[in-house]
């Protein structure tokens, strides 16, 4: 049974493997806000060009995978009865999309040879202002279909991941885009607690059968949401990438004391990859070498045990942070000599695309640099 099991993991590692011959250079492409896209653009055909444009620019610098963000704060980029369209699209949170956005997408990616993964946020669902933006559209915000699954946090609203009835809900969301549309993969992002002081007491004292402490049962929770996304898309679409982009350090070793996936958030995406329920893992590696930049990814690699590892770099640095293009360069690299690293990621497009001059550095660079 367990040399069935191993099998069965190494044919998923090696079907992400065989579409990517040459590596993998990705770019998270957001909608949340509008930010790279549309950008406050609401008419369709200006829409539709920004998006060919930005995809046309990628291709060019040898990008082959883009994480297209279809669901930001319980807010989605397709026509969905679960959730709402997403006002950064339609410019109105009563309105529904005016053309089928996913399938476009996808469609001009396939054209130019690039992989199209949904970009998913499955527990966060926003802040009061975001909410009460959608109160006149057909389909109820999930804050406000399912208040009882709510719960507040730092100014913001999740869905209690402690409730099975969440956990279901969300991958019938998940299933109804999958059963839509040929997205080569699903990307979870934030899939995990928001942090330790997160309330969730009522959910820990009623569906805790197994009496585990809280960081335990958190995990579970989330390893149990995991497995259920997975088993419903291969069983949906056979051969879809299930992936996901965890906080970028899984735990820390040596002198750094950085937040943690496992220890801060109760996030373990090294049993989603040790169970196949990932294949593909992103962890968001937003820093330098000043908090373990080499070292953590050794961990990735390490601990992953041949599942593909991509590491997320951070161009917006530049502009937040006074980053240089060749400081992101050099990480890229540092990353790429890295024995068991497939490729890198950037968040996000704006920042490999966009008109700040380091960024435009970074560009060019990127341009003249093939795939590996």
């Known amino acids: 049974m367990i040399s069935r099991l191993c099998f069965f993991v190494l044919l998923l590692v090696l079907s992400v493997s065989s579409c990517f011959g040459e590596g ?3 770019v998270w492409f957001t909608t949340n806000w509008g930010l790279d896209w549309p950008q406050g653009v609401y008419d369709e055909a200006k829409q539709k060009e920004a998006i060919v444009k930005s995809l046309d620019r990628l291709k060019k610098a040898h990008f082959n995978l883009v994480f297209f963000q279809v669901q930001a704060n319980g807010d989605v980029a397709w026509d969905s009865k679960y959730q709402p369209a997403m006002s950064a699209i339609t410019g109105d949170g009563s309105r529904r999309l005016k053309y089928d956005v996913c399938r476009f997408v996808i469609d001009e ?44 946090f730092e100014k913001n609203y999740y869905l209690d991941p402690g409730l099975p009835e969440v956990r279901k809900y969300v991958v019938d969301v998940y299933k109804e885009l999958l059963t839509r549309y040929d997205f080569d993969g699903l990307h ?6 928001p942090g330790l002081a997160f309330p969730d007491a009522k959910s820990f004292q009623k569906h805790n059968p ?11 929770n989330i390893n149990s949401f995991v497995a259920a996304v997975n088993k419903m898309a291969k069983s ?17 070793t040596g002198k750094y004391k950085n937040a943690t996936a496992y220890e801060s958030y109760c996030q373990d995406p090294v049993a989603w990859v040790r169970s196949g329920d990932n294949e ?20 990735w690699v390490k601990e992953a045990k041949g599942a593909n590892v991509v ?3 951070a161009p917006y640095r530049i502009a937040e942070s006074g980053w240089k293009a060749g400081d992101v360069v050099k990480l890229m690299n540092t990353a790429l000599k890295k024995r068991g690293v497939k490729g890198v990621c950037f968040f996000r497009a704006e920042h490999v695309l966009g008109n700040h001059r380091e960024v435009k550095k970074l560009y ?3 341009v003249n640099t093939p795939l590996r």
Not at 210 to 220: I, N, P, T, V
Request: aromatic share 10%; hydrophobic share 35%.
């Open 311 to 313: 590491v997320g770099l």
């Open 109 to 152: 990616c396939h054209k130019r040879g690039m992989k199209c993964h949904a970009w998913v946020v499955p527990f966060m669902v926003g802040a009061n202002k975001r909410i009460q933006a959608y109160d006149r559209n057909p389909v109820a915000h999930p804050a406000k279909k399912h208040k009882k699954w709510c719960v507040l």
């Open 364 to 366: 060019n660079t990127l």
């Open 236 to 252: 949906v679409r056979p051969g879809i990438v299930v992936g996901s982009a965890p906080i970028g350090t899984y735990r820390n």
């Open 188 to 193: 979870l992002d934030y899939t995990r607690y």
């Open 24 to 26: 993998i250079r990705g």
């Open 280 to 299: 593909l893992i992103v962890p968001q590696m937003y820093w330098g070498e000043d908090k373990g930049f080499s070292s953590h990814i050794d961990t």
């Open 210 to 220: 197994r009496k585990l402490k809280k960081d335990e049962w958190r995990r579970s």
